[in-house]
């Protein structure tokens, strides 16, 4: 069973920033690529950023590039999503993701994810 964790939830005012956590086991780590995904009400869930299991390639999702990162922390098992610059338009349910590859979650989106975390809001204030 692969269980994912996310924290870091909030309300930021425009142009701020907000980060993202999301703790797996070290087994999910050594296995799968990780992934963030948004839904803002009313939408569909939407690719945010994935990187390989081995940190050598990141994707973004066009509406985030330049402003958000991701990044993974091994040794504790966490995957991250840096936030900044954000846009009243980032408002929306980030989920943690867990998938074979992290470019068939950019090129698949969700279809292409075989795990997902409960979901944290992030709300983003104009």
């Known amino acids: 069973q692969v269980q994912l964790v996310e924290s870091g939830a909030g309300l930021v005012q425009a142009g701020g920033s907000l980060r993202l956590s999301c703790t797996a086991s070290?087994?999910?780590?050594?296995?799968?690529?990780m992934g963030w995904f948004r839904q803002a009400p009313g939408k569909d869930r939407e690719f945010v950023a994935a990187?390989?299991?081995?940190?050598?390639?990141?994707y973004y999702g066009d509406s985030v590039k330049g402003r958000f990162t991701i990044s993974k922390d091994n040794l504790n098992n966490t995957v991250y999503l840096q936030m900044n610059s954000l846009k009243s338009e980032d408002t929306a349910v980030y989920y943690c993701?867990?998938?074979?590859?992290?470019?068939?979650?950019?090129?698949?989106?969700?279809?292409?994810?075989?795990?997902w975390g409960e979901g944290t809001l992030v709300t983003v204030s104009s």
């Open positions: 993701a867990a998938g074979a590859a992290a470019q068939t979650m950019s090129a698949m989106g969700a279809t292409a994810v075989d795990y």
């Open positions: 070290r087994r999910t780590f050594r296995m799968y690529a």
């Open positions: 990187i390989s299991w081995n940190d050598v390639t990141i």
